[in-house]
C-alpha cells in the first residue's frame, strides 16, 4: 500500500525578513507540507530560516534539506535540533547529508574528510540525536517522542544504509555527485536499482520509512528547450532525448505531471516529493490535482 501523498520546497535566498515570511505563507497556502532550507555557503543559514518559517506557518513542517553533517560538533548540532523541535512544537524534520562540495569545507577552513568518514559522520550524529532525545534528564526535551523525524539523503551504498538503519524518510538524491558538487542525473533503471537495496535493508521497516526525491527541474509545456539547458551538464551522455523520463524532472501540463508522480508513487514507492524554489508555483497546480 502506497503512502500519501507529500510536497516539500526547498527555499533558496532570503531578501528581507517581510519577503522570506510572505513566500513561506505562499507555500503552505499552496499546498506544500514542508518548508526546506539547503545548508551551503551562500545560502540562508537553516535554523534561524526554518525557526521563522515555523513561527509565521499553522501546519507546515520545516526541514533542513539537508545538513552538512561534518560542518558540525555532533553534540551541538544536537542541542540546536532538539531545541528547535520543542520550539516549533514537534514540527521539525531534520534533513541529514554527508556534504560533497569540497570548495565550501576550504571556504569554512574545516578539513574534507574522506568519504567513507563522512558517511560514519552522519551515523554517529544520529545516534548522538537519538541518545539525547531518549534522555529523560536531557534538556531542552523535544516535543517529539523520540526528536525530531529524520531524513537522511544518499545514493551510494553506504550512505543509504546508514539511512535504512536510522532515518524515518529516506531521501534518494537522483544521482551521484562528484567534490565538484556537479550531480549527474539518474536514469529511472538506476533509481529501481537503488530503491530495490534500499528495500532489502530495511525490511519490515520497508512499508512505514518514506521515500523522497528532490525534483531538480519542473516544467511547463514548451519548456523542452528551456529544460535542457538548465540540465545539460547533469544529464547522462546519450540521455537528452529522454530528459523528461529522468526521475528527478517533472514536465508537462498540471495533469501530466500529476500522472508522472502517481506513476513513480506505484514504481518507485517514493509518495515525498521535494522541488526547488522557483518551481515554486509550477509544482502547485499538480499539487491540487493528485490531492
Not at 531578501?15 to 551551503?40: M, N, Q, T, Y
Not at 547533469?234 to 528527478?248: A, K
Not at 517533472?250 to 501530466?256: R, S
Amino acid at each position: 500500500m502506497s503512502l500519501p501523498f507529500r510536497f516539500g520546497v526547498n527555499m533558496l535566498t532570503v531578501e528581507s525578513k517581510a519577503a522570506w515570511i510572505e513566500k513561506c505563507r505562499k507555500a503552505e497556502d499552496l499546498g506544500f507540507d514542508v518548508i526546506s532550507v539547503p545548508d551551503h555557503l551562500g545560502l540562508p543559514a537553516p535554523f534561524p530560516a526554518m525557526m521563522l518559517a515555523a513561527q509565521v506557518t499553522e501546519r507546515a513542517h520545516v526541514n533542513s534539506f539537508v545538513l552538512n553533517v561534518p560542518f558540525y560538533n555532533p553534540v551541538l548540532l544536537a542541542r540546536e535540533a532538539i531545541t528547535l523541535d520543542a520550539l516549533t512544537d514537534g514540527r521539525v524534520e531534520l534533513g541529514l547529508g554527508a556534504g560533497y562540495v569540497k570548495a565550501e569545507f576550504d571556504s569554512a577552513g574545516i578539513a574534507f574528510p574522506g568519504a567513507g568518514r563522512r558517511v560514519d559522520q552522519v551515523a554517529e550524529f544520529a545516534a548522538t540525536l537519538r541518545s539525547a532525545s531518549a534522555d529523560p534528564q536531557y534538556q531542552p526535551q523535544p516535543a517529539r517522542p523520540g526528536g525530531p523525524r529524520l531524513l537522511i539523503a544518499g545514493w551510494g551504498d553506504r550512505l543509504l544504509r546508514v539511512a535504512a538503519e536510522h532515518a524515518d524518510i529516506v531521501a534518494f538524491t537522483g544521482g551521484s555527485a562528484a567534490d565538484s558538487g556537479l550531480l549527474t542525473a539518474a536514469t529511472p533503471q538506476e533509481l529501481d536499482k537503488r530503491v530495490a537495496y534500499v528495500r532489502g535493508l530495511l525490511g519490515d521497516r520497508a512499508a512505514s520509512t518514506e521515500f523522497n526525491i528532490l525534483l531538480q527541474a519542473v516544467a511547463g509545456p514548451g519548456e523542452r528547450d528551456v529544460l535542457r539547458a538548465r540540465l545539460i551538464t547533469t544529464v547522462p551522455e546519450g540521455g537528452q532525448q529522454d530528459i523528461e523520463e529522468l526521475p528527478t524532472v517533472l514536465a508537462g501540463t498540471p495533469e501530466q505531471m500529476a500522472d508522472q508522480l502517481r506513476e513513480r508513487r506505484e514504481r518507485f514507492g517514493i509518495s515525498y516529493f521535494t522541488t526547488l524554489e522557483p518551481s515554486m508555483d509550477a509544482l502547485a497546480k499538480a499539487i491540487e490535482l493528485v490531492r
